[in-house]
């Protein structure tokens, strides 16, 4: 049974600071994995998708890596801004099914 | 171009009533997908919807049902609604199942 992962579960940084976000699963057999960001109240903004043959995407300030074999993603943010501050949710398709099996999310707080 | 679009936003409702949520998908989209999010938690998986029939279910009982109609919106119906369904409920469309799914803005449900 697919299990998703995600440390820490809460993450508080001054502005400007890098930052890493890290998702771990247990079966490596998956379709891709994608990172979604969530506002208070708010649904799900895709944030990054990486199909299983990637290693890495990027976007502006974000980077998200995959290592299938080791069962482990992180999200990178360069130069955190307070308006960064949100849930960070990992998601993984399980081989080329429909759905998706989420992580519990790291709560995300940059202070000005 | 209007993404996915979900009502009500919120609602109330008493133990043992009926609901049902309404999902219209991104333009271009023929697959529905359901999640149901816990206050804190990931979202978990209910269903999926493609040519008007259920293609996949997640880990949810009987009292959890859908319908999906010719114009590709959907209905999640839930039956003697338990305490434990207070919930945020998320419906997510993509261009088949293997496509990236872009989510809406959920319907609160509460339940007294």
């Known amino acids: 049974k697919q299990e998703v992962t995600q440390i820490p579960a809460a993450l508080s940084v001054p502005e400007g600071e890098n930052l890493v976000l890290n998702c771990s699963f247990t079966?490596?057999?998956?379709?891709?994995l994608q990172w979604f960001r969530q506002d208070p109240g708010k649904g799900l903004t895709s944030l990054l998708l990486?199909?299983?043959?990637?290693r890495e995407q990027t976007s502006g300030r974000l980077n998200a890596s995959l290592d299938k074999s080791s069962g482990r993603s992180t999200l990178y943010i360069a130069a955190s801004q307070p308006g960064d501050s949100a849930t960070y949710l990992c998601?993984?398709?399980?081989?080329?099914?429909?759905?998706?099996?989420f992580g519990q999310g790291t709560t995300l707080q940059v202070k000005p | 171009d209007a993404g996915v679009t979900q009502s009500p936003t919120h609602l109330i409702k008493t133990r043992g009533q009926q609901v049902t949520l309404r999902c219209s998908p991104k333009?271009?989209?023929?697959?529905v997908s359901w999640y149901q999010q816990a206050l804190g938690q990931g979202p978990q998986f209910i269903f999926q919807?493609?040519?008007?029939?259920?293609?996949q279910r997640g880990n949810f009982p009987d009292r959890f049902s859908g319908h999906q109609f010719p114009n590709y919106s959907s209905e999640l119906n839930v039956n003697a609604l338990l305490l434990g369904d207070s919930a945020l409920y998320l419906c997510?469309?993509?261009?088949?199942?293997?496509?990236?799914?872009?989510f809406g803005d959920g319907t609160r449900l509460s339940i007294l």
């Open positions: 997510a469309s993509s261009a088949w199942s293997n496509q990236p799914q872009h």
């Open positions: 079966d490596s057999a998956i379709y891709n």
């Open positions: 990486i199909q299983s043959s990637q």
């Open positions: 998601a993984v398709r399980p081989g080329n099914t429909g759905k998706l099996i």
């Open positions: 333009s271009g989209h023929d697959t």
């Open positions: 919807y493609y040519e008007e029939e259920e293609r």
